[in-house]
């Protein structure tokens, strides 16, 4: 069946404003000023009412350099994986950001919303340039892709496995979602505090039934066509959960070692899942398997929400939005009776 790109009520994690707090108490940076009660996240339909720059008095419209600090202490680019490519791709440190917007994917749908909208900055998810190329030629889709940010006088910027590893990152966030507590990185971070790593394990409030708790990821999750699939007996106990937004099956041997009852996360192929299956003659851990993009979207409120408070904090003021375009690739899906 076709799906329509629908998206949940914004879940910003209550305590996305610790994420700085964490990090100035490791004295890894620190703000100026004192915080804000909060920054709202308006969606993009024409009628919501926008914040407008540079009404708060003593705040001003920052530049691009300024938000890249700000950045840089909320997801340092020395959390990323040494094979990712993170940080600014189209921009001039010098020019002004009032408008800033964060999507998932730097699709060609994304880039003409953020025009469309009016944002100088485009912070995404995922990288435009993971690979190296030869050319941005207008003649490809990444091409075309760098022409319209410069000519719309839009920059890019990429928080990818930093914004995994980080305090209040991706795994955070579907751990808040999920109401984990005595949550640990699955993988801790070669060069980060404690509390940072790919991944996440922590344990529900009491014990649930399988089916039960991919309900409840399902129904937070935007709508996708491939919905939630799962493997495990619907109605087993689980307790314990891994948790990894985006693509997760590099992980199951340290989702072994931390004897999870359950890994929640996306992208599961076959040979990986099977083999994650077999290797205990009780089944687990049982497995939640979520579109990548949808997996991911979670975060972004609770990034924009961060970042809109660190850039207070440092006397700035900006409007910041989530997407609304669901980059998802896929359309619709055949199932049996379907």
């Not at 999507?103 to 469309?116: F, G, N, R």
């Not at 920059?155 to 966030?173: E, Y």
């Not at 999920?178 to 790593?197: I, K, R």
């Not at 399988?210 to 493997?231: E, H, N």
Request: charged share 25%.
């Amino acid at each position: 069946m076709s799906m329509e790109p629908t998206f949940p009520k914004p879940h910003v994690v209550p305590d996305a404003e610790d994420a700085d707090a964490g990090r100035e108490d490791a004295e890894r940076q620190e703000s100026p000023g004192e915080s804000t009660e909060g920054v709202e996240i308006a969606d993009t339909e024409p009628d919501t009412e926008l914040l407008e720059p540079g009404t708060a008095e003593g705040l001003e419209t920052p530049v691009l350099a300024d938000v890249l600090l700000a950045v840089e202490e909320l997801w340092p680019e020395s959390l990323a994986e040494d094979w990712d490519r993170v940080g600014l791709v189209v921009g001039r440190p010098e020019a002004e950001v009032d408008r800033i917007m964060f999507a998932v994917d730097p699709t060609l749908e994304v880039i003409d919303e953020a025009l469309e909208w009016g944002a100088q900055l485009l912070i995404t998810h995922h990288p435009l340039l993971l690979k190296g190329v030869n050319s941005v030629a207008a003649t490809s889709g990444k091409g075309r892709a760098i022409h319209r940010l410069i000519e719309g006088g839009c920059a890019l910027l990429t928080v990818h496995t930093n914004g995994d590893s980080a305090v209040g990152g991706v795994s955070d966030v579907l751990a808040d979602v999920l109401g984990l507590s005595e949550v640990q990185p699955l993988m801790p971070a070669a060069h980060g505090l404690v509390e940072e790593g790919i991944g996440r394990v922590g344990l529900l409030p009491g014990a649930e039934k399988l089916g039960d708790l991919a309900g409840r990821v399902f129904l937070t999750l935007p709508a996708v066509a491939g919905g939630v699939r799962v493997a495990g007996d619907r109605d087993a106990l689980v307790r314990k959960v891994a948790v990894c937004g985006g693509s997760g099956d590099s992980l199951f041997d340290a989702v072994r070692s931390s004897d999870a009852d359950v890994f929640v996360t996306a992208d599961l192929r076959h040979h990986p899942a099977s083999e994650a299956r077999e290797a205990r003659v009780d089944g687990k851990p049982y497995l939640i398997d979520l579109s990548h993009f949808a997996s991911e979207w979670l975060w972004l409120p609770a990034a924009a929400k961060a970042l809109g408070n660190v850039l207070a904090d440092q006397g700035f003021e900006a409007e910041l939005v989530v997407s609304q375009t669901n980059t998802d690739p896929w359309d619709f899906i055949l199932t049996p009776g379907n």
